[in-house]
Nanobody
Framework: QLQLVESGGGLVQPGGSLRLSCAAS????????IAWFRQAPGKEREGVIG????????IYRDSVKGRFTVSRHHAENTVYLQMNSLKPEDTGVYYC????????????????WGQGTQVTVSS
C-alpha cells in the first residue's frame, strides 16, 4: 500500500520555525517528484514548494522564498520541509504529495497525498 504520512505540525509564534516530515511507505520517494501544499480555512489548497526527482532547483511559492527549504533523506525515504521566520499567513494544513509529471505546483499533477498536518502561527 502506497502511503505518505506527514508529521511535525503544531502551534508556533510568529518568527518561529517548524520542520515537517513526510514519510513514504510502499514506494521509493526518490523515484517521484514531491511537493508540499497547504490549505488555510476557507481557501483553496495552494502549492508551497516542489522538488524534482531528477535534480534541479526547487520551485517555490513567492511568499515562502528565503524562508522555506525542502530536502530529501534518502535512507529514511522521507522528505522534510524546514519553515523559518513563520508568519500568521502561513497557517494551514500542510500536505505532502508525490507524482511523476514534474515538480510544478499544480495539484492535479500529484497522485499520492498524505493526510495533512496542522500548522498554526499565532501569538
Amino acid at each position: 500500500q502506497l502511503q505518505l504520512v506527514e508529521s511535525g505540525g503544531g502551534l508556533v509564534q510568529p518568527g518561529g520555525s517548524l520542520r515537517l516530515s513526510c514519510a513514504a511507505s510502499g514506494f521509493t520517494l526518490d523515484d517521484y517528484d514531491i511537493a508540499w501544499f497547504r490549505q488555510a480555512p476557507g481557501k483553496e489548497r495552494e502549492g508551497v514548494i516542489g522538488l524534482s526527482n531528477t535534480g534541479g532547483a526547487p520551485i517555490y511559492r513567492d511568499s515562502v522564498k528565503g524562508r522555506f527549504t525542502v530536502s530529501r533523506h534518502h535512507a529514511e525515504n522521507t522528505v522534510y520541509l524546514q519553515m523559518n521566520s513563520l508568519k500568521p499567513e502561513d497557517t494551514g494544513v500542510y500536505y505532502c504529495a508525490a507524482g511523476r509529471r514534474g515538480p510544478a505546483l499544480v495539484r492535479a499533477w500529484y497522485d499520492y497525498w498524505g493526510q495533512g498536518t496542522q500548522v498554526t502561527v499565532s501569538s
